[in-house]
């Protein structure tokens, strides 16, 4: 072959090489098993993020918090303007325990019983409150126990164990706040609780704007805690079943 004939066949080699060389190579997988040279193959891992259903996520925005600390004391010095009524939030029950209720042999039998979070720092805060001189006046005044039974000063009581303030914060003014608040709770007939101004206040009627403040900061306080059930003002009764206090009872008014 001549060297014309060796030219021609070196260049169609380079040109096979060249179109070889542009072939698309196949796609190597590579799979999740180890490399044997000490190296991570790459893998593909599927991570699953929570989304709004998962409990343990909570995708609301923080809520603003209006209410006084448990250990802030709030009077009827204070002088802020009252703001925008907070949103109602709902706090959590009160814990619950379990206690054996009976005792066969082996077996036992257990009941869940509410905590109750009354203490007895707030039964002698009651107390101590209740020898105030126009507390004892006012408790005077209402024979007709209108805003005042039993059941109305048990919630006092109620009140100031969700309040969060030390036994020796609560005053006066706490008292009837909170008697106020039950009174809005549980009487149909609200003419009666607006006899408390006269006994804090007396004729003096700027005074109102504040003490309806203070109710507002004692609800919010107790992060809207206001109903008290039954059974709680039943436990509050049964730690002191002889107080004076219980025997005011409507029912027994003739």
Not at 37 to 52: F, K, N, Q, R
Request: hydrophobic share 35%.
């Amino acid at each position: 072959m001549d060297r014309t004939g060796t030219r021609f066949c070196g260049r169609e080699q380079s040109l096979g090489e060249i179109m070889a060389s542009c072939q698309p190579h196949p796609q190597v997988e590579y799979s999740p098993q180890p490399s044997t040279s000490g190296y991570s193959l790459p893998e593909m891992v599927d991570v699953e993020v929570p989304g709004p259903s998962a409990p343990w996520v909570d995708l609301s925005p923080p809520h603003r918090s209006f209410c006084w600390k448990g250990t802030t004391e709030w009077s009827e010095e204070s002088e802020e303007e009252p703001g925008e009524e907070p949103e109602k939030s709902h706090a959590p029950e009160h814990p619950e325990t379990w206690v054996v209720e009976t005792l066969h042999g082996l077996k036992m039998r257990l009941k869940r019983r509410r905590v109750s979070p009354v203490l007895p720092e707030h039964h002698e805060a009651f107390n101590r409150l209740l020898e105030d001189p126009v507390v004892k006046r006012f408790l005077a005044w209402d024979k007709d126990l209108r805003v005042s039974d039993k059941y109305l000063l048990a919630m006092v009581i109620a009140y100031f164990s969700r309040a969060g303030l030390f036994s020796w914060q609560y005053q006066r003014i706490h008292f009837f706040l909170a008697l106020y608040l039950a009174n809005d709770m549980e009487e149909d007939n609200q003419a009666p609780k607006q006899d408390i101004f006269y006994f804090l206040y007396g004729k003096n009627h700027s005074q109102r704007p504040l003490f309806h403040k203070l109710r507002l900061q004692l609800v919010c306080s107790m992060s809207w805690r206001t109903r008290v059930s039954p059974e709680e003002l039943e436990e509050i009764q049964a730690y002191d079943p002889e107080h004076w206090v219980w025997a005011r009872d409507r029912t027994l008014l003739s």
